[in-house]
């Protein structure tokens, strides 16, 4: 079977373009395609259900299910196990037990339901998106804040009338219909807006001065996977196999994990933000070698501030937290009063992506660390560039394969015919 990318591809949901947009949202910010395909307005929640069950050659869930689950299917399954293997109970008929899934594929996910429940699992393909809203809306589970921008049914719609726009427009640009008086034919590689002017026409509303970080219920997260950090200061043998890894990895959570480990060997806290829609919100953070979950943490970043300010200029920036948003982040990062916070941007191709927030301690961030963390943020942007190079060649190397795969089977059906 070819991958999701491609299937999307064939099937006519996104054209090879809008599939490097993509993968590259799914490198910069986590979740799956299908999620990122959303997000970009290139289908709806609906269209994602159909695409997958259609790709999985599995049934879709019936809508009845996805809109009032059966109790005793979600009583059949702990809401922790339900958290862990991103499957949720939907239906539950005489000891057969009808299960959303993510990874509907997953044999030892399957196990594990069947073991728990006492039932056989009949497995549906479920998006992320549907399982957020199922967990937010039946078990009280708060939603990132990405995933609650996501939820939310007005931007949603904005997001979409704006690409369904420009999918008009390329359409009538490539078969010679009338065009704006304004606008000329685009070339192949190019959008009627360019990313900025889209981000800030779709932008989340500002927050509320007087609330600039919110500290949301946490939600069950897969840690990052990689490198363990140490505890302690790394050797140079530690720091080389991080350099490394850093450098060949081929999955967005190695990435990070080799960034957090490299970092931790330079100051107390590691802490990385993603910049998106004007913000900054929390994605994976080490203390003292030991995890520290930060993803309920959002900050703004069109006023005053170090993560502001940082984003901003594309520049290190380095001093006490004295703002109320810099304390309320220090806080939040169970930073100790009177410690420095210093932020590092991660930029692609000029443009800040993510925020690398360091804390040594009590005073001063030393400066030869200051420094090696500097070099480690440009280590990491470079990073995150290879990685999306490889994810924008490898679905078009799929899509071809599976085109050529098409073109055989049709020539060899017209032979045997």
Request: glycine share 8%; proline share 7%.
């Amino acid at each position: 079977m070819g991958s999701f990318a491609a299937f999307l591809v064939g099937q006519g949901y996104m054209t090879a373009s809008e599939l490097e947009e993509v993968t590259q949202a799914t490198v910069l910010f986590g979740g799956r395609v299908g999620t990122a395909a959303v997000e970009a307005g290139l289908m709806t929640p609906d269209e994602l259900d159909h695409a997958l069950a259609e790709h999985l050659d599995l049934p879709e869930v019936p809508k009845e299910w996805l809109e009032r689950p059966d109790r005793a299917a979600r009583a059949a399954l702990p809401v922790d196990l339900v958290k862990r293997q991103r499957a949720f109970p939907l239906h539950l008929e005489k000891r057969m037990l009808h299960v959303g899934m993510l990874d509907p594929g997953d044999p030892s996910v399957l196990d594990t339901l069947a073991f728990a429940s006492g039932c056989v699992i009949a497995p549906y393909p479920l998006s992320e998106l549907r399982f957020v809203e199922l967990m937010q809306r039946v078990f009280g589970v708060a939603p990132s804040p990405r995933f609650a921008a996501l939820l939310d049914a007005g931007r949603l719609a904005r997001v979409q009338r704006g690409r369904a726009a420009q999918r008009e427009a390329r359409q009538r640009a490539q078969h010679g219909g009338p065009q704006d008086a304004v606008l000329g034919a685009l070339a192949a590689d190019h959008e009627l807006v360019d990313e900025a002017t889209f981000v800030a026409t779709n932008a989340l509303p500002a927050p509320a001065p007087l609330e600039p970080i919110w500290e949301l219920p946490r939600e069950a997260a897969v840690p990052p996977q990689g490198p363990a950090p140490s505890a302690g200061r790394a050797g140079a043998a530690e720091l080389r196999r991080a350099e490394e890894t850093l450098a060949s990895a081929s999955r967005r959570d190695t990435l990070i994990g080799a960034a957090l480990e490299l970092a931790g060997a330079f100051a107390e806290l590691a802490a990385l933000f993603v910049v998106r829609d004007g913000m900054a919100a929390g994605l994976a953070a080490m203390r003292a070698g030991e995890p520290l979950d930060i993803e309920s943490i959002l900050a703004p970043l069109g006023g005053e501030g170090l993560l502001a300010e940082a984003a901003r200029a594309g520049q290190p920036v380095q001093r006490t937290p004295s703002a109320h948003l810099d304390k309320a982040v220090a806080k939040a990062l169970r930073c100790e009063g009177g410690a420095e916070l210093a932020v590092f941007p991660v930029a692609i191709g000029g443009r800040v992506v993510n925020l690398l927030v360091a804390d040594s301690g009590p005073g001063a961030l030393p400066a030869t660390a200051a420094a090696a963390l500097r070099v480690l943020a440009q280590l990491l942007g470079a990073s995150y560039e290879r990685l999306i190079r490889s994810f924008k060649q490898s679905p078009t190397a799929r899509l071809d394969a599976l085109l050529r795969s098409a073109r055989e089977r049709a020539a060899a059906a017209a032979v045997a015919s």
